[in-house]
């Protein structure tokens, strides 16, 4: 797949953090009941390789990519692991030529016009908005659709169910991503019917 399909199928994308492996399986299950299509698995924990795969074992049909991407290491270990597209939060030189020879479908995370157009010389069609909110939010994503109006962004960072909505509706806005539909802790608690109902409210926002 393209990171062109991959945003396209996706409205919202839950950024995830699964730090116990037997909640994998229904977590997937239970974003994929909602009607969710595309998620990030961060990789900041000890199971998140091992995570990935139960993910997409327990729900074929989800599209799952790996975040917290950040080094080379990261990129082999992901796609080894069968990551479906690649998340960095943001991105230096290196990282982003070893992130295009890669070939994997990748939004690398960029948080300035700069950083947009260095990306955007190497290839990259859609990329991360991280941090959000505190980076500028909606006023600088329409200030940069002016001059880069091409570039699609998938901003992350501080994006709650109420302000997801006014991102969605901006030209230069793909999907949005964020950690509300399914939290650390709601995860911990083993809340599958919270985690289903926030991710039906969030796939309807398409
Ligand atoms: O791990 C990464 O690669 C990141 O870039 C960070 C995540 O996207 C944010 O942690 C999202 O979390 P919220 O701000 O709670 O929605």
């Avoid at 940069?144 to 709650?160: D, K, N, R």
């Avoid at 793909?174 to 650390?184: E, F």
Wanted: charged share 20%; net charge negative.
């Amino acid at each position: 797949m393209q990171i062109e399909e991959i945003v396209d199928a996706a409205s919202v994308i839950p950024v995830l953090e699964v730090a116990e492996l037997e909640n994998a399986a229904p977590l997937a299950r239970a974003l994929a009941a909602g009607g969710l299509r595309v998620v990030e698995l961060t990789l900041r924990t000890d199971c998140a390789l091992d995570a990935l795969k139960a993910m997409q074992d327990a729900a074929p049909d989800l599209i799952v990519g790996m975040g917290t991407v950040r080094t080379g290491d990261d990129i082999e270990q992901s796609l080894a692991a069968g990551a479906a597209f690649l998340v960095s939060p943001g991105a230096g030189l290196s990282f982003l030529k070893a992130l295009a020879d890669s070939g994997a479908p990748s939004l690398p995370g960029v948080a300035t016009a700069s950083e947009a157009m260095t990306a955007a010389e190497l290839g990259f069609k859609a990329l991360k908005f991280f941090p959000a909110e505190p980076a500028g939010g909606i006023a600088y994503l329409k200030a940069l659709a002016g001059p880069l109006p091409e570039i699609m962004f998938c901003p992350t960072g501080s994006i709650s169910a109420e302000k997801a909505p006014d991102y969605l509706a901006l030209s230069n806005v793909a999907c949005v991503g964020g950690s509300w539909i399914a939290t650390k802790q709601t995860i911990a608690k083993g809340d599958w019917t919270a985690i289903e109902a926030n991710a039906r409210r969030a796939a309807q926002m398409a």
